[in-house]
């Protein structure tokens, strides 16, 4: 619309305007880049004096020593351990929070019932509960229970952090779904619960892949209660590994550039595959107002 | 609803009434998973913290886990009499002021920036998700790099650019304002591009015809953003800031891996305390009463946040 109107003026401006946005974003995205660069540089180059901006060679180094390919490292981090924990509990709990997250919010967006709004709030309010203050809690019953360093009771506790967000976002969802073909449903004999299958629950297909990622990387990305309840390389994840890890050595720097973007990864795939959904999914409340 | 569909609705429940699972006890029948996690979790272990807190229970004494009316207080009496308790409020209010502030107004700025963008859009998009892969964990590491006075990015850079000597590299996860300004600036890092790309998709969701109409009547660019935008953008602000004030607590991570508190508890927030005193000094008394008094804060700055948000969608 801008440029249909063009005017050596209004030329100017749009060129102002844009070299000031890409100045503004290459600041912003720099420090992830050069995070990223320095998981590929060879040691003496990252503790030059006085520092090497441009690598001059490019090395898969730092990942090897992290996979124990390197003999002469006699110490290294359990990396394949905390992948798979990581996985592990990322995977279950984003699957039981979603289906549990997706059940609730039909309920909200669907239904009238006594302490609807209530209901809802306290869901809400349970989220903004610190981890630190549930960390400790939680770490006192399961020593009782003997689920601490296990990987269930950590997946239990994942599901629970959740499903309210799950809630906030399938309850935006199923808002968007028109009324009336869940009413179309009912008048056609369907009864509630095969209509939520039939009808709403299809069509809220994307949102419930909006849920999954937002769990999902919930539980990857979460430090404080797993560094409470796993103190051992078999249940710990990524983030408490990671933790580990500088705080074992004097801190190696590259490894821990490494390290971290193995565990970006998988939002890499999300950043990636959401591009366009994910704005969507998390202002579908807002367009209806 | 319309009358007519609810009263449609309703003919069709009595005549399902017999094969329907409870129709009435429908909505809680999908609610109970939910809430049997949530109770478990959070409800029940919140409870126990409250107990506990009432008690002066320490790890290496087990007998200690007892309570006692007379001294039910004693944790919340000892804190409110710490000086270390009122330093690390004082400065998660500073913190929680000064980053949901600029990252308002950051995000704000950058998507009507974004929005003027003529070209290379969605490239640009793609970009400002990029701190978006970084975990509050990583991006506390990130920037404990980068603010190292020694190796760090931002030190080094200064001293390429001739702007400090070799002698005078600035300590900046150390010094008094610097440690709070480097927590804050890595915080700001983190949540912006989620903002950002709210409050761009809903710039760009508005009507055309109402700007039309603006220029039509000769208004100037800061009016249209005044009196058009902003008030249209209220719903957009409105799920910004609920996602972010539901994440105020991450800025834990962050904080405990850039300088834990320290040093001489600059630095120290309400979370990180609350952590060192349960985790790292195994009072569990204490540390209940302190986490108890997080939960309170936490749930309180969200309230009071919703309301300013409520309030100003009224006014406008």
Request: charged share 10%; glycine share 6%.
């Amino acid at each position: 619309m801008i440029a249909s109107r063009v005017s050596p003026h209004r030329r100017r401006n749009a060129i102002i305007i844009n070299g000031f946005a890409w100045l503004v974003l290459i600041a912003l995205a720099l420090p992830a880049v050069w995070i990223i660069l320095t998981a590929f540089r060879s040691n003496a180059e990252i503790n030059a004096s006085p520092p090497v901006w441009i690598p001059r060679e490019i090395t898969l180094e730092a990942f090897g020593n992290m996979f124990g390919l390197n003999p002469n490292l006699q110490q290294r981090v359990a990396v394949e351990a905390y992948m798979f924990n990581s996985l592990f509990v990322a995977l279950t709990s984003t699957v039981i929070s979603v289906a549990a997250g997706t059940l609730a919010g039909y309920a909200f967006s669907r239904f009238h019932f006594r302490f609807h709004t209530a209901a809802f709030l306290a869901l809400m309010l349970s989220r903004t509960v610190p981890g630190v203050a549930l960390s400790l809690p939680l770490f006192l019953l399961f020593t009782r229970l003997g689920l601490t360093n296990n990987l269930f009771g950590l997946s239990f506790v994942y599901i629970a952090v959740n499903i309210p967000f799950a809630i906030w976002l399938m309850d935006g969802f199923f808002r968007q779904i028109p009324r009336d073909l869940t009413e179309a449903a009912y008048i056609d004999g369907c009864g509630y619960w095969s209509a939520f299958r039939r009808v709403d629950l299809p069509l809220a297909l994307p949102g419930l892949a909006t849920a999954a990622i937002f769990a999902f990387l919930a539980s990857w990305n979460e430090f404080q209660i797993v560094s409470v309840l796993a103190r051992n390389n078999a249940s710990k994840t990524f983030p408490p590994g990671l933790f580990t890890f500088t705080e074992q050595f004097t801190i190696d720097w590259r490894g821990m550039c490494a390290m971290s973007v193995l565990m970006m990864i998988p939002a890499i795939i999300f950043v990636i595959l959401t591009q366009r959904n994910l704005v969507r999914g998390l202002t579908f409340g807002a367009i209806k107002g | 609803m319309s009358t007519q569909a609810s009263t449609q609705l309703k003919a069709n429940q009595e005549s399902n009434r017999n094969w329907q699972i409870g129709s009435r006890w429908f909505p809680f029948f999908l609610l109970l998973p939910s809430f049997v996690f949530i109770i478990i979790v959070t409800g029940f272990p919140l409870l126990y913290s409250l107990y506990v807190s009432f008690t002066p229970y320490e790890l290496l004494k087990p007998n200690s886990l007892t309570f006692e009316l007379p001294k039910a207080l004693n944790n919340y009496s000892r804190l409110l009499n710490d000086s270390v308790f009122w330093k690390s409020l004082g400065n998660t209010v500073l913190f929680l002021t000064v980053t949901v502030n600029l990252e308002y107004f950051l995000a704000l700025g950058l998507s009507q920036l974004l929005a003027q963008v003529t070209r290379g859009q969605a490239i640009m998009r793609t970009m400002l998700m990029i701190p978006m892969m970084f975990a509050p964990i990583l991006v506390g590491f990130q920037f404990r790099w980068f603010f190292n006075s020694n190796l760090g990015l931002v030190n080094n850079a200064l001293v390429s650019l001739g702007l400090i000597g070799e002698q005078t590299r600035i300590a900046w996860l150390v010094d008094e304002p610097l440690g709070m300004i480097s927590i804050i600036i890595a915080t700001i890092w983190m949540n912006l591009p989620v903002m950002t790309i709210i409050l761009l998709a809903g710039t760009l969701s508005l009507p055309q015809e109402t700007y039309e109409a603006a220029d039509v009547d000769g208004a100037s660019a800061w009016q249209k953003f005044r009196f058009i935008t902003l008030p249209l953008l209220a719903p957009f602000t409105y799920i910004a800031l609920t996602i972010r004030s539901l994440d105020v607590a991450r800025a834990f991570d962050i904080v405990r891996i850039m300088t834990d508190g320290g040093p001489a508890r600059r630095t120290e927030l309400i979370w990180t305390y609350a952590g060192r005193l349960a985790i790292e000094d195994t009072k569990f008394g204490l540390g209940s009463a302190m986490s108890w008094i997080t939960v309170i804060i936490s749930v309180a700055f969200t309230i009071y946040l919703f309301r300013q948000l409520v309030k100003s969608r009224i006014v406008e």
